[in-house]
């Protein structure tokens, strides 16, 4: 193959600058973080989208980057980091976006306890990104005998006024999406899945899953128009669930509702009661190595305060850490999108402290695994946020020169032993 970079024939992928024949590796790897986060933006501005709320300005940035990603247009990894790292910026609005949209419509959520048991009856089991898709089941379910269950990221739907309303919005089954080939096989009745997060189904629930919205597996029923009578027609079809007692989760934290115990917190603080917050959550990868999580929360002392997000909160949500004066020490802060709240929490304190971010006893552990949690990672890069620690693994699509370049500008940091980490950020 004839590269023109090069001027030479060459094989495969061997020359080291952008041509026919080949990517340099920094600028490749950087590309891919960046459609990697474009897919992200995506995702949240769809929701946005569906009800109703746009921004041209992530819009435009959209054609940028899909853009820049074209051969032979950036050639300077530290110039082209600098659009990787608006990227998160974008991000950032359009969470914003998201969230406005979100509790306009549903209303500001509020702390709620969750059953993780069943009442007695018929059910549909919700679970994907998409609230509105389970507002129009909810309203086209009532009265029908049918019980609605989230799962896995709908779990914040408890804590919206206009979705709690619904008194047949019953509990919540299983938790994190790479465990619903199991638990959707345990759960008899029919499921619904609005949006990614979804598994090719085994063949004892195909009949019973349906998709509809971006979702979408050959062999299963999609839903179009938001008319979900096929859904409730299978639902009624299967058998009813028992009355059984669970635990129970709590979600339904929002920037809003935290924010108002800020004096509280505040006081805390300053007492000593408090004395570090941390941020352990993001998108769970399957495997044991995601127990670090689980036994680093564990070890937090417990004058500390974490919150998560993400179905990362899976790993951590079913401890009771308790509070302190008042103030849970485990707060639900909701979705992946939520990390806008994150983010929203954070610059709050720095003002009440009159620091930056950087300068809060706060530490921030976080989980990646899919196009989402990229866009938040680089959202909490744009902000200048230091120290960051992410795994389980080493992120597959970044080059060890790009990762020596976050390292070196934003101290970003892999996880090791969970105690030894603990034990270094605590000092």
Request: proline residues 4%; glycine residues 10%.
């Amino acid at each position: 193959m004839f590269c023109y970079q090069c001027e030479q024939t060459v094989e495969g992928t061997g020359c080291t600058k952008i041509g026919v024949c080949g990517k340099n590796e920094d600028i490749a790897s950087l590309q891919d973080t960046l459609l990697f986060g474009v897919k992200g933006i995506a995702a949240y501005g769809f929701h946005a989208k569906e009800l109703g709320a746009t921004d041209p300005e992530v819009d435009a940035f959209m054609h940028e980057a899909l853009f820049s990603t074209l051969t032979n247009v950036d050639f300077d990894p530290h110039r082209f980091l600098k659009l990787v790292l608006k990227a998160g910026e974008m991000n950032i609005r359009v969470m914003e976006i998201l969230d406005k949209a979100h509790t306009e419509r549903f209303g500001n959520p509020e702390p709620a306890e969750v059953s993780t048991g069943t009442v007695e009856g018929h059910a549909i089991l919700v679970t994907g990104h998409d609230l509105l898709d389970l507002y129009e089941l909810l309203m086209q379910t009532e009265g029908k005998g049918i019980n609605v269950y989230t799962h896995n990221e709908m779990l914040p739907a408890h804590g919206y006024p206009e979705l709690k309303r619904f008194k047949h919005l019953a509990g919540n089954w299983g938790g994190v999406w790479h465990k619903q080939k199991r638990e959707f096989a345990d759960f008899p009745g029919a499921i619904l899945a609005t949006t990614n997060c979804v598994l090719i189904p085994k063949d004892s629930y195909k009949d019973r899953l349906f998709t509809c919205g971006i979702a979408g597996i050959a062999g299963v029923t999609h839903i179009k128009g938001k008319d979900f009578s096929p859904v409730i027609d299978k639902a009624l079809s299967l058998p009813r669930l028992p009355q059984k007692e669970g635990t129970k989760l709590v979600t339904g934290f929002h920037h809003k509702n935290v924010l108002a115990l800020a004096e509280k917190i505040i006081d805390a603080v300053k007492a000593g009661k408090i004395k570090h917050f941390f941020l352990i959550g993001g998108c769970d990868a399957p495997g044991d190595k995601g127990n670090y999580y689980r036994e680093f929360a564990k070890a937090v002392p417990n004058d500390c305060v974490i919150l998560t997000l993400a179905c990362g909160k899976y790993r951590i949500n079913d401890i009771d850490f308790g509070s302190i004066d008042g103030i849970p020490r485990l707060i639900d802060l909701g979705q992946c999108n939520n990390a806008y709240s994150a983010i929203q929490i954070a610059s709050a304190l720095a003002d009440a402290f009159k620091t930056d971010v950087n300068g809060l006893p706060l530490s921030m552990v976080i989980s990646w695994f899919e196009q989402k949690a990229v866009a938040i990672l680089l959202s909490l890069l744009h902000l200048g946020i230091k120290g960051i620690r992410i795994g389980p693994r080493p992120p597959a699509f970044i080059s060890e020169g790009v990762f020596k370049i976050l390292q070196d500008t934003f101290d970003l940091k892999l996880i090791g032993d969970p105690k030894e980490d603990l034990k270094a950020i605590l000092g």
